[in-house]
């Protein structure tokens, strides 16, 4: 594959696959772009290389940005692996996903968080909440009790608690149990729970084995801990992985220390091209 760097010069790269985070990596927290980043990724989709979106929100949420950047991935990984979308002619189809029943999960953390507002996230995409929040994208939801939430199998559990910070949440898992499902605090603290074993790097595996792609040829970025999986998926298989520099210590480490700026300094177009400028 060639790329054509921002000198003019061509160079050889054996990148096949970009998979990156939205939040914290390609937006800024006011959703504006990171700066450098919609003219990078044009470079790298003009010399062919698939750029594609791994993030923890749902598709709702996911499209504008997928339009935005005028990317047309054959893949989209949603809700922090649980589900994976493939492109349909000009749309896209729920291709894989995952649920799990929450009672349990619903039961411990309504112990703990009586006041919380809760949401999850059907195998169809629809959601159901027992209370609405500006940062949620509720097309298609539907307002349902507490005990509502766990009358059918989910792909997600979301968890919002004011008052709460990431240390709170922390402390939460660990009082409640919760080994048996993945689970992630977003940018913001909220608690997102999918199935056991399930991540961006589970889903990524899938969309790879499906394409034929190589690990060695994938680059992936994000901030956030919910990219921990994805960052331990590429290394493992001799990929690139990369943390922006706002991400939290754990974060940065399960990158393998490799750390680019923060978002609101292009960090992410930075890592971009200095991954082109290797392989010149």
């Given at each position: 594959m060639t790329l054509q760097?921002?000198?003019?010069?061509?160079?050889?790269?054996?990148?096949?696959?970009?998979?990156?985070?939205?939040?914290?990596?390609?937006?800024?927290?006011?959703?504006?772009?990171?700066?450098?980043?919609?003219?990078?990724?044009?470079?790298?989709?003009?010399?062919?290389?698939?750029?594609?979106?791994?993030t923890g929100r749902s598709w709702v949420a996911t499209?504008?940005?997928?339009?935005?950047?005028?990317?047309?991935?054959?893949?989209?990984?949603?809700?922090?692996?649980?589900?994976?979308?493939?492109?349909?002619?000009?749309?896209?189809?729920?291709?894989?996903?995952?649920?799990?029943d929450p009672t349990t999960v619903l039961g411990l953390l309504g112990d703990r968080l009586p006041d919380a507002r809760y949401m999850v996230e059907l195998a169809s995409g629809q959601r159901l909440f027992t209370e609405a929040l500006d940062d949620w994208t509720l097309d298609r939801g539907q307002k349902v009790s507490f005990?509502?939430?766990?009358?059918?199998?989910?792909?997600?559990?979301?968890?919002?608690?004011?008052?709460?910070?990431?240390?709170d949440f922390h402390q939460i898992v660990e009082e409640a149990g919760l080994n048996e499902v993945s689970y992630a605090i977003g940018w913001t603290a909220w608690l997102d729970i999918a199935p056991k074993g399930v991540d961006k790097g589970t889903a990524l595996e899938r969309v790879c084995a499906e394409r034929g792609t190589d690990r060695n040829r994938v680059f992936v970025a994000g901030d956030g801990r919910n990219d921990i999986g994805m960052f331990e998926w590429a290394l493992r298989g001799g990929g690139t992985a990369v943390a922006m520099g706002q991400a939290p210590a754990e974060v940065k480490q399960a990158a393998a220390g490799t750390v680019t700026d923060t978002v609101e300094e292009g960090g992410l177009a930075r890592a971009l091209r200095a991954h082109l400028e290797s392989n010149n």
């Open positions: 760097a921002a000198s003019g010069t061509t160079t050889q790269t054996a990148l096949e696959l970009v998979a990156l985070d939205i939040d914290g990596t390609m937006i800024l927290a006011d959703e504006t772009p990171s700066p450098g980043v919609a003219d990078v990724l044009a470079e790298y989709r003009a010399a062919g290389a698939e750029v594609m979106l791994a499209q504008w940005v997928v339009e935005e950047f005028s990317l047309d991935p054959e893949f989209v990984v949603c809700s922090n692996g649980a589900v994976t979308l493939r492109r349909n002619g000009d749309g896209y189809d729920r291709w894989h996903v995952e649920t799990f005990d509502q939430l766990s009358r059918q199998p989910v792909s997600r559990v979301v968890a919002v608690a004011p008052g709460y910070d990431e240390d």
